[in-house]
């Protein structure tokens, strides 16, 4: 692999471990901060590979490829969780820098891990269960009523690896595969099925020296088991429950360890008496879809808070600029020329920020965002929603 071209001045290189739109949206920061970005690109056309000089090919799951990459890198983040655990343990070994460390990058890669860990540390969870025969997903049922959730504990994201199942007869074929290798070895996660208000996302940032710094608690929109909208800061959300999930993802980052954007993802539930509380859903320790709306919409936005949390300097401001940001998702539609839709766009709304990420075409696949801050909320989500709808060929007017 070409070694990354380094900047007069000591400033650092920042390595990243996959090619896709994190990576990418990590580029413009790092140039404003002068920082060198390289990243292990799974092909010479991957997302961030197209707009990052230093973009050699090679596997995150081969230890050659990824041992080879970190070495050149003063530091080593990652655009997504599933880099082996074997492999973080041998760049652990090496002494190479990593943000998040591998201990830490195990309750995102590993959610029974996951779950395991946030019951210790009394965070409140869904109800859940390991099953690894059908008896146990039975017993589970009988205890907190069908349907339940079912999870493979690890390789699951946007809705995959996640069923609803009315009995164990619906996930007979994942019990087959328990106890093999692979992401259902130890067994499957159950989950009570949570009859929540809303989806709510905690995001924020931690560096290694233990300063940390939190954007305003999000409500996510989910439709078909993907993201389509975020709304900056969660309209209507109850003081004290935004102070209690922001607290609650900042001590997860720190018990856990992380460094660099941790996004909590949460279910917004009534609480015991009457008023609203959370469960976790999810961890990703990484800068996140449900963060995207700070790029435009926050003093610091979370691409650049990650870079300055992983090299340890100070953490930026991340207060909202204005009292409300939508951020809307570009997916795959009919149309595979998304370029044309910018004349439109742009004439109509000025004001809106397009953020493409390279990719092809593909339904469902996401493709970009679009992020529209101002006054009035109701106004500034038509708007996101309607640059998004027309990139992706929803509306033609």
Not at 3 to 9: D, F, I, N
Not at 80 to 104: D, F, K, W
Not at 374 to 380: I, N, Q, R, S, T
Request: charged residues 20%.
């Amino acid at each position: 692999m070409t070694e990354p071209k380094r900047a007069p001045g000591g400033f650092p290189v920042v390595g990243v471990v996959g090619g896709g739109q994190l990576a990418r949206m990590m580029q413009g920061p790092a140039i404003e901060l002068g920082i060198q970005l390289s990243v292990l690109a799974e092909d010479e056309v991957a997302a961030a590979a197209l707009v990052v000089p230093s973009s050699p090919v090679g596997r995150h799951t081969e230890l050659d490829h990824v041992l080879e990459f970190a070495r050149s890198c003063d530091v080593v983040a990652f655009d997504h969780e599933h880099v082996p655990q074997s492999v973080l343990e041998s760049l652990e070994n090496e002494g190479i820098v990593m943000h998040p460390s591998r201990t830490a990058l195990r309750f995102a890669q590993d959610k029974l891990a996951m779950r395991r860990r946030l019951t210790d540390l009394g965070i409140a969870c869904p109800r859940w269960a390991v099953a690894r025969v059908a008896a146990d997903v039975d017993r589970f049922g009988a205890e907190v009523g069908w349907p339940v959730i079912v999870k493979t504990p690890r390789g699951g994201y946007d809705g995959k690896g996640v069923m609803l199942a009315s009995s164990s007869a619906d996930v007979a074929d994942w019990l087959t595969h328990v106890g093999e290798p692979g992401p259902m070895s130890e067994g499957l996660l159950l989950e009570e099925r949570v009859d929540f208000t809303r989806e709510l996302a905690a995001l924020v940032a931690r560096s290694p020296s233990g300063q940390a710094a939190a954007w305003p608690v999000v409500e996510t929109v989910q439709t078909g088991g993907i993201c389509t909208e975020v709304l900056a800061p969660a309209p209507g959300i109850d003081p004290d429950l935004a102070a209690v999930a922001t607290e609650a993802a900042l001590r997860v980052a720190g018990e856990l360890g992380v460094t660099g954007v941790l996004a909590v993802e949460m279910f917004e539930v009534p609480g015991p008496d009457g008023r609203p509380g959370y469960v976790v859903n999810e961890l990703a320790m990484r800068p996140h879809n449900s963060g995207h709306w700070s790029m435009d919409g926050a003093v610091t936005g979370q691409f650049e808070q990650h870079l300055r949390a992983v090299l340890d300097l100070p953490l930026g401001d991340p207060r909202p600029h204005a009292p409300w940001t939508a951020m809307a998702n570009v997916l795959g539609g009919d149309y595979p020329e998304l370029y044309p839709a910018y004349r439109h766009i742009m004439a109509r709304d000025p004001q809106a920020k397009v953020h493409m990420y390279g990719k092809g075409v593909r339904p469902g696949r996401k493709l970009g965002h679009v992020n529209v801050s101002g006054p009035d909320l109701a106004e500034v989500r038509d708007r996101a929603r309607h640059a998004a709808d027309f990139l992706q060929g929803v509306i033609t007017e």
